[in-house]
């Protein structure tokens, strides 16, 4: 395997630096002064997703049209390529015909099941009401297709072409050169280390990739692309970015119950008329059919759990029909973009840029990204490559990316729909929202002198718990509704326990204990309703307080269920949780998403 390969250059001397058969006593880890393996490498590509594939393969497709060659590393925190991938996903296949024309000749390839019709309803708590769609939600060309199956496949590809594919490795950290002012690559995270930070036998440094262009292919809200926003400051002239956040399942329903091809989109119920979202469910092929819920993150509500609105929508009429008599196979969740144009930061730095839903390429109307992603991958391939040409010893200029991006039909798509999501936060509120999407859509087409604008972080959105009416939810009735636990173990996720804790908060018993009070005294603990996965609870602290417990109240962070959805760290309202990456392979395992 290419990861065994990869460990293999690291000198033996280095994996055997703190390892005795002597028990002894576990050395603290001080990243300072500890000696680490070094690569050299062309590209460093950081997410082997849509994006971070799609550039791996353009750039060898460039390499082989010159004759020049370069060697481009892919680095993913997932144990396997497509494992922490989540989407709907109805992939509109324009991107992947320019970057493979022959895609359907090759084996393999998972687009089996072409999109057959699309409907879209308005849902109450007992009808299913049937609306317009947008012209942007029709499917007519489109495949559906598990993304977490597209992206092993694309892998595939990318491997026959000589890319460099290292799956377990998790970009931990940015690489800089000496005056701090660019990018030179990618530190993987160590390994080996226990909750303390002390050094276990298995302990192995982080390795440096040193790269001449650095590519962040994250997904949503990636934790070296916040590092690289704010180093460079690259947010200086574009909106906060707003999210969406999606919960699915998958089921294998009955042979009656199945209409492979089929898409519905639904606005409504569960959700209130304060709150932003809706619902899909794809039939794809072998009996399976995917479900799910968006919710938007901006929602004011902290009392509300997107887990339990997702649960209790499953027994609306609509869905139990399709859902009863089979079997639930998969769970996951995850962010998403739903910024758009007006939320795009700068898209590079010096020595690299930001690539797919790491910028937030996510067309929200068409509720489609991997077609955009990829095409993002393939311009800033092209930028890199001509990169790679200079003999300039400066940092790599990629700002040739960002304006072949804006000559792209990727920025005519966004700029025709840019004032569809933020619409639902003007002074029209959410019926108003409807209405002028509506309208925009249909007639306007984004052919306006206006931009509406997107006003604070999603975070800032929430209202204290005392501006706000609790919520009741009915009790879970398997098997169409189960309890969080249940669900999670759909997800096959694994980490090791005894290791640091990748949810940080500001060190000291202070930063703790008021992170506490203000989240349960003003916000109701919404991480505890909000996370996907159980893995945030505010407990009562037996015996006596401790100084990071608040009026007999402490956190309690269950790390090891953590499904890399990123919730916590977009909505926290005290905006004090910062998602890092674990030990490389750690997280869910999913594999048909």
Partial sequence: MLA???????????????????????????????????DEVDVCIVGAGPAGLSAAIRLKQLEQESGREIRVVVLEKAGEIGAHIVSGAAIEPRALNELLPDWQSRSGHPLVQPATS?????????????IPHPPQMGNKGNYLVSLSQFVAWLGTVAE??????YPGFAGASLLYNDSGDAVQGVMTNDVGLDRKFRMKDSFEPGMEF????????????????????????????????????????????????????????????????????????????????????????????????????????????????????????AYAARVLNEGGLQSLPKLHFPGGALLGCSAGFLNVAKIKGTHTAMKSGMVAAEAAFAALQSENAAPADMSQYEEDMKKSWVWKELKEVRNMRPSFNTRLGIWGGMAYSGIDSLFVKGHVPWTFRH????????KRASECKPIEYPPFQPPLSTDLLTSLALTGTNHAEDQPVHLRLPAGAEAHRKHVEQNVSEYAGLLQRGCPAGVYEYVEEEGTPSEESWNGKKLVI????????????????TQDITWTVPEGGGGPKYTIT
């Fill in 160 to 165: 026959e072409q000589g890319v460099e594919i």
């Fill in 4 to 38: 065994r390969r990869c460990r293999l250059i690291r000198p033996a001397r280095l994996r055997q630096l703190h390892t005795s058969a002597m028990v002894r006593e576990r050395e603290t880890f001080d990243p300072n002064t500890v000696e680490r393996a070094s």
């Fill in 558 to 573: 269950n790390s090891q269920n953590c499904i890399h959805c990123k919730f916590c760290d977009v909505k926290v309202p």
């Fill in 210 to 329: 040193r790269a001449k262009v650095t590519l962040l292919a994250e997904g949503a809200h990636g934790s070296l692309t916040k590092t690289a926003v704010k180093q460079f400051d690259l947010r200086k002239n574009s909106d906060p970015q707003t999210y969406g956040f999606g919960i699915k399942e998958v089921w294998r329903v009955p042979e009656d119950k199945w209409k492979p091809g089929r898409v519905d989109h639904t606005l409504g119920w569960p959700l209130d008329a304060h709150t932003y979202g809706g619902s899909f469910m794809y039939h794809m092929a072998d009996r399976h059919v995917h479900l799910g819920l968006v919710v938007g993150l901006d929602y004011a509500n902290p009392h509300m759990s997107p887990y339990r609105e997702f649960q209790r929508m499953k027994h609306h009429p609509y869905f139990a029909n399709v859902l009863t008599g089979g079997e639930r196979v």
């Fill in 118 to 130: 699309s409907h879209m309803y308005f849902l109450t708590e007992k009808l299913a009401i049937p």
């Fill in 455 to 462: 006003k604070g972080s999603d975070a800032s959105h929430t």
